[in-house]
């Protein structure tokens, strides 16, 4: 995956996923620059200033990129402002960051600097999906005081976190059962090798589990929904907002319940940080290409 | 996934799939008849001719349906022609096949009568898959003079088939390399778990392998590729029609190589059978839905 | 597996894995009677005397059974001493523990009493690998900023726990390798399709690992071998006491190193408590038949 | 794998799995004179006559060795006795055989040379475990008119095929139980993931499964148990002579069986080969660290 040719890439901002994807590209022979990364990356490779950056083959923003005005740069005391970036750097250069604003897209372009979102790249997506399935993994064995091997799991929903899940906890021994709505999902997760059943009607897939993993990003687990859960069995929702549970009903109702949002960061940052990275050599081979 | 209500199906013609299916919607509970399959199905079920077809709920054609006049019956005496069917059948009767024409399809419209094709059904295909990686399976088990457990394997393409054979032959203990185009796909690939390479470029992911199988329908394996193939290395070609593989290269290479079509109806015929019952019912539910 | 018959248990002291087993053997239709386990199980259950133990069919005590006098109880105010519990009880009455002491047995014996320990019994040893295995795993999970799935893991030995552990491991997406010394063992671990090592020489398997799982229990990972080992690569040592890692040495190599005991207890007591039972209805079938 | 230093091995007689072996052992570099085997190695190998056997650091006959008077040799117009080829090595050469009689071990220690069973090796009987397994595998694919995929698999017995046919079915996606008569053994098949009955009574276990694989070498399924068994359920009887299944029972109640024995040199010789040549490398290595 490393690029043939040594490039000149300036990484700005970011957590330990960033210190992992410094680390990554100094390793594949790149020439790197961090700033506003004090805390993750070692000594020699910080700057102080944004001095040199218009040599850069490519800028990297952290992801979350940052809000109205600022970098996101959690592991630093620096606070760099978005605008400082595209003052220190020259019409034409690379930049790329994750889950850009539509501001700062058209803020760039006005400056002829186009800003790639990397988080957009559906490569990325696939990726971060293991890390989430680990940390999801992480917090069941956790919370629930049996084994997940021989445990009865049910997974909402067959996107992509739903596939990785369900091939991790096979994996484990547990007894995976996959809801989807299509057909043709259905059919795939039979194929693989775990039960189906059909979403369209929730009554009757809940009982008799020990953990309810929810990837579908619709309010699924709503108060009668949650009714039907086992006593003992826990709930793991793993939807972005505003989330799949009714979380009032849960505590009301005695369901033990997590709310899991940006494990890839927080289950394994390196991971993720590679993930990145892939997704930047895959940004810059692109835009090699279309030269 | 049996139907509630008790329908009344006929089955014209077909191999051993339909002759899977007949048992299949009799056991689910419907009233079955089947026509020009008597080397196949029970006596008790056999029709000789077409009369009482105008009260069937769905009237199913076999895969591939047919040829220009007569339905395919290969299990049968008789020769029913597709006229004849039409004549049998009524207005706003459900008639389904597989692989069928549009010259068919338009002279069923004409009597007013909607042909539908289940072999186009996306969970259909997905089924099929697994019928057809099994039969890929058994024919490399019996030409191979090793395991498949510890083999090197080289999957080329991650559709549909592409992703079950890497599923199951990882599941056998062989090492399995899958090339794509895609980065996401190449994500994918790595996600679940076996060795990815990008096929933009095939020098270098063809040698060092023990099997190869081959499943876009495209001429990848021409002579030059099949110049890298090791000695003992064996090709089984999966695509359609035109094929993967330049068969005359090969031989005068000394590649050994198996052009494999048609697998789910030869290697699993009930499993293949059953999936378009699955189909059906799924057709039949969204009509049903429609009205 | 429950038994036919329903019986009188009662339980004496025990942690979280004694309240399972108690709830699981009521769920099976017998009669539970707990004592010096108030924190753990419900009121109805709760004796705060032994009278009556002398109908009992078992008597269970914890796992590990207790010091020199008293019966292991963390999850009550009580102490009962091992003493009363055998005043209480009748000569010919079972009575069972985990890691029960010689001086305990005999004592039992003086009085006519059988001690049966079900910590000897093979099939409980063999479910524990598992709650074992996932607090292991769970473990990594939390310390490794990589995820599983990819990770470069060996595991020394191929015992009970290593097998489990590989397999689990592998089910997550690992690239697991085994240590082993037998020819047999290292034949077996290929035939499962992990890569097999041989232990008789550590040098040059330790490194390129990021995970290293030690089930020998014995100094395996002294000050040289853990030299070896890469930097950021972890150590998991779950081999019993006085365990395989050089752990001073280990702190001042920089290796991060856990040594990690009593996983089932931990890790997973209800299942590790439905061990404990299944054992006991062995140890209860066996004595039946001898009968 | 392969020994340090270059030996000289002469192989007499043998099938193919003899034929891999030579070429093992000539890749691996050392020095290898195949006689009787002619129809199996190149030219450059074959020897016609045992002159210069008496260098060789071992020689190897085939698996099975032979019977009372001459070597088993199928690839060979050749004829040798073992007689010939004793005449022909000095006293404390190494002499290796499968399967050998106590007749053939006794004449060999009169000339004062010793004749190693490489058939009793535990490694190599594991190691057979594996083509065992996909000979079945490729048997039930070939004979059965469904997937193993979904399909409802009994292995009878948990010994070492037992072992691999769980996994290799399981792989495949089966539904897999395994029947064991001991508790350990019953608590490592829930430990590995499958479905785990007792074989104290078959009753109830042989209803509802599409294939039932025998491992166990007893007279298990007889006529009574042949009696519950489904309608379609298809027998292979894995266990070596005399056999776990009442044939001619099966055949009168139409039970469809095969009875696969010898699997691993007819489905995968190469691999046999390999596991053969293992099995010499370990017993000099053994041999020459008794020295």
Same mark, same amino acid.
Request: charged fraction near 25%; aromatic fraction near 4%.
């Given at each position: 995956?490393?690029?043939?040719?040594?490039?000149?890439?300036?990484?700005?901002?970011?957590?330990?996923?960033?210190?992992?994807?410094?680390?990554?590209?100094?390793?594949?022979?790149?020439?790197?620059?961090?700033?506003?990364?004090?805390?993750?990356?070692?000594?020699?490779?910080?700057?102080?200033?944004?001095?040199?950056?218009?040599?850069?083959?490519?800028?990297?923003?952290?992801?979350?990129?940052?809000?109205?005005?600022?970098?996101?740069?959690?592991?630093?005391?620096?606070?760099?402002?978005?605008?400082?970036?595209?003052?220190?750097?020259?019409?034409?250069?690379?930049?790329?960051?994750?889950?850009?604003?539509?501001?700062?897209?058209?803020?760039?372009?006005?400056?002829?600097?186009?800003?790639?979102?990397?988080?957009?790249?559906?490569?990325?997506?696939?990726?971060?999906?293991?890390?989430?399935?680990?940390?999801?993994?992480?917090?069941?064995? *956790?919370?629930?005081?049996?084994? /997940?091997?021989?445990?009865?799991i $049910? !997974? +909402?929903?067959?996107?992509? %976190? &739903? =596939? #990785?899940?369900?091939?991790q906890l096979h994996?484990l021994?547990a007894?995976v059962?996959?809801?989807?709505?299509?057909?043709?999902?259905?059919?795939?997760?039979?194929?693989?090798?775990?039960?189906?059943?059909?979403?369209?009607?929730?009554?009757?897939?809940? *009982?008799?589990?020990?953990?309810? /993993?929810?990837?579908?990003?619709? $309010? !699924? +687990?709503?108060?009668?929904? %949650? &009714? =039907? #859960?086992?006593?003992?069995?826990?709930?793991?929702?793993?939807?972005?907002?505003?989330?799949?549970?009714?979380?009032?009903?849960?505590?009301?109702?005695?369901?033990?319940?997590?709310?899991?949002?940006?494990?890839?960061?927080?289950?394994?940052?390196?991971?993720?940080?590679?993930?990145?990275?892939?997704?930047?050599?895959?940004? $810059?081979?692109?835009?090699?290409?279309? %030269?």
């Open positions: 995956m490393p690029m043939g040719e040594r490039r000149i890439f300036w990484v700005i901002g970011g957590d330990r996923r960033q210190a992992a994807l410094v680390r990554a590209l100094q390793e594949d022979g790149h020439e790197v620059h961090a700033c506003a990364l004090e805390q993750g990356v070692e000594e020699s490779l910080r700057e102080e200033s944004l001095r040199g950056i218009e040599k850069a083959h490519c800028v990297i923003l952290p992801l979350p990129a940052g809000d109205g005005v600022f970098v996101n740069a959690p592991l630093s005391a620096q606070k760099p402002a978005f605008e400082e970036v595209l003052d220190a750097m020259s019409p034409g250069q690379v930049l790329c960051g994750g889950m850009v604003s539509c501001a700062w897209k058209q803020e760039a372009e006005q400056r002829g600097i186009t800003l790639t979102d990397y988080f957009d790249r559906e490569e990325l997506a696939v990726s971060n999906a293991v890390p989430s399935s680990e940390g999801a993994i992480q917090i069941a064995m *956790e919370e629930l005081p049996i084994t /997940l091997h021989g445990a009865r $049910l !997974i +909402l929903g067959y996107g992509r %976190l &739903g =596939k #990785v899940l369900a091939r994996g021994g007894r059962t996959v809801s989807a709505r299509k057909y043709a999902d259905l059919a795939w997760i039979r194929a693989m090798g775990w039960e189906a059943v059909s979403s369209h009607d929730l009554t009757g897939i809940l *009982e008799g589990r020990d953990l309810i /993993l929810n990837t579908v990003p619709a $309010l !699924i +687990l709503d108060r009668e929904a %949650l &009714g =039907k #859960v086992d006593p003992g069995c826990m709930v793991i929702d793993l939807a972005s907002k505003p989330g799949g549970v009714d979380f009032e009903a849960a505590e009301e109702l005695g369901v033990k319940t997590v709310w899991a949002l940006g494990l890839p960061g927080k289950a394994a940052p390196v991971t993720a940080g590679l993930a990145i990275r892939d997704a930047i050599y895959n940004i $810059l081979s692109e835009l090699g290409e279309s %030269l």
